[in-house]
């Protein structure tokens, strides 16, 4: 079975219902009827009275046994709905958690090369500063040393 789709709803149970239940109460009428002959009218009475509870027993049943059975059934239908409701809303649940963390990584990026372009101005302005002091020193042995040549001189 799909997710979604619902099983197939069999028919059989309803026709079991509508055609079954009202044969039992016949054949309890039948039996009433047959077994129980009306001699006076007091059991004219009670017999009628009888038979008017059985037919509405038999008529009750049916009537619960069909609601029972289409609610059922709309139960099953409302079940594979919802599945796939559930399935969708986790589809889209997982799309958006993908989005959130490749925007997230993004701007993990996006921040990690500002601050990767500020530290490398400074690592250039370090770098100027330390080849402006090799100059300097450079300058500064050189003229040591031709204060000591002078000297020697």
Request: charged share 25%; glycine share 4%.
């Amino acid at each position: 079975m799909e997710i979604g789709n619902p099983p197939p709803i069999t028919k059989w149970p309803y026709v079991v219902t509508v055609i079954g239940i009202p044969i039992v109460s016949l054949v309890g009428v039948v039996l009433v009827v047959t077994l129980r002959p009306a001699t006076s009218e007091a059991l004219a009475t009670a017999n009628a009275a009888l038979v008017t509870q059985i037919l509405g027993f038999g008529a009750t049943i049916t009537v619960a046994m069909l609601a029972y059975l289409k609610s059922s059934d709309t139960h099953i239908v409302m079940n594979s709905r919802m599945d796939e409701f559930k399935r969708t809303m986790q589809l889209a649940s997982d799309a958006a958690v993908a989005r959130a963390l490749s925007e997230g990584r993004a701007e993990g990026r996006a921040s990690a090369d500002a601050r990767t372009d500020v530290l490398s101005e400074k690592t250039d302005q370090v770098r100027q500063s330390v080849s402006d002091v090799n100059t300097l020193l450079k300058t500064h042995d050189e003229w040591e040393q031709d204060r000591l040549r002078d000297e020697r001189k």
